[in-house]
């Protein structure tokens, strides 16, 4: 089998570099990479992207080895049918590592046609770092790098104001545009470059916070050899994602003439204000899968494609979700298609997501995806949503740690285990329940001041631990 390179595939011409981008893992070579050679391909956008190793140890050297090509495997199902596209990224044009090759990383600031700043260096990534110095080759942090960049390219230029950037980190952070941004400037302050350059970086550059959206399994190890049978040429980067895709960025017009996505099919959405896509996913892709976690756990199941596909289960999720809907203040209709497009997640058969994996820190997890429907959905309808109550409900059955004379994968702070082991050595269900509800490190707020919430989790953890997850959820359903 051939070697993937660019004289195997012909695909010799490079494009201008209009793009670095931070980071080389799976998620932005399935995400923005491939966002990139959409506008190629469809649009005619000829950006060609230079990828920079954040952190000493990474994969440019495996990237450089296929001349920055890898194929990407989107999988998954859509209204009930297996779906599978296969496509060939050529877009990168060179991978470096500023810790080997520090010079070409501060040439990419000469770059005439250098337009986009892209970044995905995990949460921990945007960082300050007083420690960091501009002579260093390369200072540690993420935005210290980025800074020195920047100064080259201000230097470089003259301070030449159509040669500013625009910046778009995705990083999982609130705000990561802006906290991105005050660290730059905190750069400039402490190492006293001058009001000029700090003048061009507010004026010239732009900075948009986004919110993505995409699962990435990443390199397919257990099915490797299905995946290359599919191909002529050996590839040592196969990525593969499944094909539900969002990406929402904050900005005007001007950014929507930069980056014509509205020219594609990609679900590329450039708004004034990202929180409401990002309150639609933590509170419905996010907060499901949180809430049936403890219920679907206790029930007997061990994935989340197992829990949706499930008679009882699968009915559990979607009556989250529905309950999840209608505390949302944006357009039902949009509300209610991607409530269908996450259970199609969630039922993709490429994807094998254990719930064990998911129920990691799960009150943490609740109280930020789940709490905040449960009580406006009792803010509204002044009565409490059944099944975001049972769900809760089974998260402390869960926190318990055995059921059925089995351990439970309950994985949290030791503090926060032995505060619910305490609690359950109350014995009483009216106890165990005060104790947790009123916990305010759990919560944030003291929850037995919900009028009825206490009452109703007894009923519902009486009804589980008497008769089981189905026949309880039932039974609490009935009188509820």
Known sequence: MKKLNRVNTGLEKLNPIK?????????????????????????????GIAIVQPLKDGMVNMINDQDGLYTLFMNGIKKGEKIQDIQLIDNIVKAINPYTEFADYLAL????????????????????????????????????????????????????????????????IDYNSETLKKYILQYVDLWKLEDAFKTWLTEACTYHSTLVDRIVPGYPRAEIEDYNSKLDY?????????????????????????????KTDLNVKIVDDIRPFKMIKVRILNGAHTAMV???????????????????????????????????AMDKNEIAAYSEEVMDRFKNPFIKHALADIALNSISKFKVRVLPSLLG?????????????????SL???????????????????????????????????????KVLANI???????TKINGLSEALVVALTEIEA?????????????N
């Open 19 to 47: 793009v670095v981008q931070f980071g080389e893992g799976n998620f932005l070579r399935a995400f923005v990479d491939y966002a990139f050679h959409k506008l190629n391909k469809e649009v005619d956008f000829n950006a």
């Open 109 to 172: 600031a000469k770059e005439e046609e250098l337009q986009f700043i892209v970044s995905n260096t995990t949460e921990a990534g945007i960082e300050f770092l007083d420690t960091d110095t501009p002579d260093m080759q390369p200072p540690a942090a993420f935005p210290a790098k980025l800074t020195v960049l920047l100064y080259e390219r201000f230097k470089h230029f003259n301070g030449d104001a159509s040669k500013g950037v625009t910046i778009i980190p995705c990083e999982l």
């Open 234 to 262: 050996q590839d040592n980067l196969i990525v593969a994602a499944e094909p539900f895709f969002l990406w929402a960025i904050e900005g005007g017009e001007d950014l929507k003439q930069k980056l014509p996505f509205h």
């Open 294 to 328: 403890p219920t679907s756990l206790l029930y007997g199941n061990k994935l989340v494609m197992e829990t949706v596909n499930g008679d009882f289960t699968g009915k559990f999720v979607n009556s989250v979700i529905s309950e999840i809907s209608e505390t949302l």
């Open 377 to 393: 959905y009792y803010n509204a309808n002044k009565k409490l949503p059944v099944s975001l109550t049972f769900s809760l409900a």
């Open 396 to 434: 402390i059955q869960f926190y318990k740690g055995t059921w059925n004379n089995e351990a439970l994968p309950v994985k949290d702070t030791p503090e926060l285990v032995e505060a619910f082991r305490s609690a359950w050595e109350f014995g009483s269900l009216d106890l165990v329940v005060a």
């Open 441 to 447: 490190e759990f919560w944030g707020e003291d929850l």
């Open 467 to 479: 008769n089981g997850i189905e026949k309880g959820y039932a039974n609490f359903s009935a009188k």
